[in-house]
């Protein structure tokens, strides 16, 4: 019951956060994504309440475990774009494939000489 | 999300959203087997086996997006709860400061303006150029962000889960070679370039490296998120 009481909580935190953000986000005519404002939200939340992170926590959880599912509908769409994929093919490989590898390197390289005075 | 929830209470709702959610469970077991593999991302793996149910029942993708909406707007609270990692990680962040965020500005900045340079170099539509600007990133902030600035989201989608595995295959080959071998920085490289499946990998590289990809992943889809649109409302 405790349970039941707590998730309620947290699906009513992480609402809030989302219509907050969105309904900033449309008022206001900002340029910045809504859901982005209710995540900022939330945080400022969690700062104000800190008593909240358990109850936001049996939400927020099981979402972001398995939040690969809920892009299933999105990535099915691609296939409208296949022709675009298709003739820019080898620009798209590049892109992906090489510059992740050469950033990947670049940002450890910075990140592990940044750090090593501060290791915990 | 009243639409979305009148949506999943018709039949076709109903059987649509239990054969994703069982084509998912049934990835998730595949990822295991392979232990936990980046190429056998679930993500790869249900959308392969929900297209050839909707090719077998000769569905169309447009119909089917319609009768699972609910999940696709699960999409918007997901990127609420991201600031939870956030939170739990506050003490790391204070620990390492400025540190920590000019490392994953690095990795933040490169990355996309690496891989947006290829496209613009090689000659593709803009549509493509801009879409790859948000790769970097986790996918429901990268969707949110290319919807923004003129992007195509569900390819934002395959470009982010791409480049995600991309790099988590490549990580170790890539670490051994630049000898970087503290698992803080290890942990935020993954992070920021190859966000949530890279920190997946980062999960069997052991804690620390977790927590700072987490970190990574967070930070930089954050900053990315706000300063994409901002920047493309100014100039435009």
Redesign the interface.
């Known amino acids: 019951m405790l349970q039941l009481k707590n998730t309620f909580i947290g699906v009513f935190a992480?609402?809030f956060?989302?219509y907050g953000?969105?309904f900033l986000s449309a008022s206001l005519g900002l340029?910045?994504?809504?859901?982005?404002l209710?995540?900022?939200?939330?945080?400022s939340l969690?700062?104000a309440f800190p008593n909240i992170?358990t109850h936001?926590?049996l939400?927020?959880?099981p979402?972001?475990k398995?939040?690969?599912?809920?892009?299933?509908?999105?990535?099915?769409?691609?296939?409208?774009?296949w022709s675009?994929?298709e003739a820019?093919a080898?620009?798209?490989i590049?892109?992906?494939?090489?510059?992740?590898?050469?950033?990947?390197?670049?940002?450890?390289?910075?990140?592990?000489k940044?750090?090593?005075?501060?290791?915990? | 999300m009243i639409d979305a929830i009148l949506n999943t209470f018709t039949v076709s709702g109903l059987i649509w959203l239990s054969v994703t959610l069982c084509c998912y469970a049934i990835s998730v077991k595949v990822n295991l087997f392979f232990n936990g593999h980046p190429a056998s991302h679930p993500l790869v793996i249900t959308v392969s086996l929900v297209g050839l149910a909707l090719l077998l029942s000769n569905m169309s993708v447009p119909q089917y997006q319609q009768s699972v909406s609910l999940l696709h707007w699960l999409l918007g609270p997901v990127t609420v709860a991201l600031a939870l990692p956030i939170f739990k990680q506050w003490q790391k962040l204070r620990h390492y400061g400025w540190r920590l965020f000019a490392s994953i500005a690095v990795g933040g900045v490169l990355a996309p303006l690496l891989a947006w340079f290829t496209l613009y170099a090689l000659g593709s539509p803009v549509a493509l150029q801009l879409t790859m600007l948000a790769k970097s990133i986790t996918t429901p902030l990268a969707m949110e962000a290319t919807a923004q600035i003129g992007g195509i989201p569900a390819l934002a989608a395959v470009f982010v889960i791409t480049t995600g595995i991309v790099g988590a295959v490549v990580s170790n080959s890539v670490f051994l070679l630049c000898q970087v071998k503290s698992p803080e920085a290890q942990g935020i490289a993954l992070g920021t370039v190859a966000h949530a499946v890279g920190t997946a990998k980062a999960i069997h590289m052991g804690e620390e490296v977790t927590a700072m990809a987490t970190l990574g992943l967070c930070i930089n889809g954050l900053f990315t998120a706000f300063i994409l649109p901002l920047m493309f409302s100014i100039v435009l």
């Open positions: 992480i609402l956060a989302y953000g969105v340029p910045i994504p809504g859901p982005l209710g995540l900022v939200i939330l945080l969690l700062f992170e936001t926590t939400v927020a959880q979402l972001l398995h939040m690969s599912v809920l892009f299933v509908p999105a990535v099915l769409g691609v296939g409208m774009y675009d994929i820019n080898v620009a798209l590049l892109a992906i494939g090489g510059t992740t590898a050469l950033s990947l390197g670049l940002t450890a390289w910075v990140a592990n940044l750090m090593k005075k501060k290791s915990m």
